[in-house]
């Protein structure tokens, strides 16, 4: 019985290690803040079955937890799979990770403004380059991060308040439909993005 346990106790201690030197592996060939969410998932799935735990089985620090959450997060915010209405997705994979609501707030928070105010500032250096659509692109990517937490952020101070209202113009004339009626939702994401800029 003893020889069983022992061999369990060490096929666990191989496949744990065997995991963490692929996750050592793959984030390695991943430059600092390129984590994919294929990855971070990939992780989790290869851990479950094994059987795995990975919030404590592999002794992952909390900074690199924390990374593979968010670009979870990142993951399904770009696929349209996670918005306000059902944002406990969110809380899914905070939870899956083994990350605490005071961290997972304070970098989801930081997260948002990243994307909001890097947003901002690209779409106002297309427009200087007239480059509309590419601009809009950048907002509407914006926007799928803003709806989470509607506010006014810190932008780069060389957007200027001319940029962010040619901004908006842009936005709200590639968003307005041929026959002058505006879809409500259309019209709440124009809102949201005036709120964005501070406008």
């Known amino acids: 019985k003893m020889d069983d346990e022992y061999c369990f106790d060490l096929l666990g201690k191989i496949q744990k290690n065997f995991l963490r030197e692929q996750i050592d592996k793959a984030i390695g060939g991943a430059s600092a803040g390129k984590l994919t969410a294929e990855l971070a998932k990939s992780v989790r799935d290869r851990a479950d079955s094994m059987g795995i735990d990975v919030r404590e089985d592999l002794k992952l620090e909390m900074s690199l937890k924390s990374d593979l959450f968010l670009a979870e997060v990142v993951g399904a ?3 349209k799979e996670v918005t306000v209405e059902n944002k406990e997705l969110i809380e899914d994979f905070q939870e899956a990770w083994g990350i605490d609501n005071d961290r997972a707030t304070q970098d989801f928070t930081r997260l948002v403004e990243s994307k909001c105010t890097a947003g901002v500032k690209s779409a106002a250096q297309d427009l200087a380059n007239s480059n509309e659509r590419s601009a809009v692109r ?26 962010k ?18 879809d409500p939702a259309v019209t709440a994401r124009i809102e949201l993005l ?5 406008l």
């Open 77 to 79: 915010i770009a696929k």
């Open 194 to 198: 005036s709120t964005v800029l501070g």
């Open 165 to 182: 209202e040619k901004i908006l113009a842009t936005y709200t004339a590639a968003k307005a439909s041929f026959d002058g009626e505006t």
């Open 138 to 163: 950048y907002l509407d990517e914006l926007l799928g991060y803003a709806q989470f937490i509607p506010q006014t952020f810190d932008h780069d101070a060389k957007v200027s308040k001319a940029d």
